[in-house]
C-alpha cells in the first residue's frame, strides 16, 4: 500500500492548503485507477465543518467512522482525516493495496507509521526521513512478536517490560515511534492503549 501524510504542525499552518493537496492526492489516484475514493474520519464532524476541500469531497464520495457505516468493499484512495490508531486500520484495510493519505490531527502522532510505511510528506514532497536505528527496528519486531496475545499474558507483559526497559536505558523508547510503528505493523488499537501503558511504565521507571 502507498500512503502519505500531512503533519499536524503543516495543518495549522494552513489548513485550506493542507486540505487541498490530500484531496487533490486522492483524487488523482482514483482517476488514475479508475476507484471511487473514499474518506474515513473518527466522527463526521470535522468531515462536515472543515476545509472547504475536505467538506466538499466528503459531501461527494463514500464516508466512514468507527461507530457508522464502512466505505464499499473493494480497493480504493482513501483519505483519512485527523485520524485515530483506530481509525488509520480502518482505513487502512479499506484502501487495501491502493492509496492511504493521512492528514495528522492533534493526537496521535502519526510519525513512527509514516517512517514505516515511507509516507510521502505532501508538503515537501520527500518521503518521510527514518530516524529509526536498526538495533530500534529489531527490537519493535520483537515487540510485536511478544504481543501475540496483546501483552494481555503474563510472559508477553514480561517480555515487553524488559524490551521497553532495555530501549529506555540506551534512550531509544520514544513513544510516538513505537506504538506509530506497531500501528504500522498491523496491531490493533486495543492492544495498542495496553502497549502504551507499558511503555509510560518503562519511561516512568527510567526517570
Do not use: C
Amino acid at each position: 500500500m502507498r500512503t502519505a501524510w500531512i503533519t499536524y504542525q503543516d495543518y495549522l499552518e494552513s489548513p485550506d492548503e493542507a486540505a487541498r493537496l490530500a484531496v487533490d492526492r486522492v483524487l488523482d489516484a482514483a482517476r488514475r485507477s479508475h476507484a471511487e475514493p473514499g474518506v474515513v474520519a473518527t466522527d463526521l464532524d470535522p468531515l462536515r465543518l472543515g476545509p472547504p476541500a475536505l467538506a466538499a469531497f466528503a459531501k461527494t464520495y463514500p464516508r466512514s467512522t468507527p461507530s457508522g457505516r464502512s466505505l464499499p468493499s473493494g480497493p480504493r484512495p482513501v483519505l483519512t482525516w485527523a485520524p485515530s490508531y483506530q481509525t488509520v486500520t480502518i482505513a487502512a484495510e479499506a484502501a487495501g493495496g491502493s492509496l492511504l493519505v493521512a492528514v495528522e490531527g492533534a493526537a496521535p502522532p502519526l510519525i513512527g507509521w509514516a517512517m514505516h510505511t515511507q509516507a510521502v510528506n505532501l508538503v515537501t514532497a520527500q518521503v518521510t526521513a527514518d530516524t529509526r536505528s536498526p538495533a530500534l527496528l529489531a527490537d519493535l519486531e520483537r515487540l510485536k512478536w511478544v504481543g501475540h496475545h496483546g501483552w494481555t499474558d503474563e510472559v508477553g507483559k514480561a517480555e515487553a517490560t524488559a524490551l521497553l526497559q532495555s530501549l529506555a536505558d540506551r534512550g531509544e523508547l520514544d513513544r510516538d515511534l513505537v506504538l506509530g510503528t506497531l500501528l504500522a505493523m498491523g496491531v490493533g488499537h486495543r492492544n495498542l492503549a495496553r502497549l502504551d501503558a507499558l511503555v509510560g511504565t518503562a519511561l516512568t521507571a527510567g526517570r
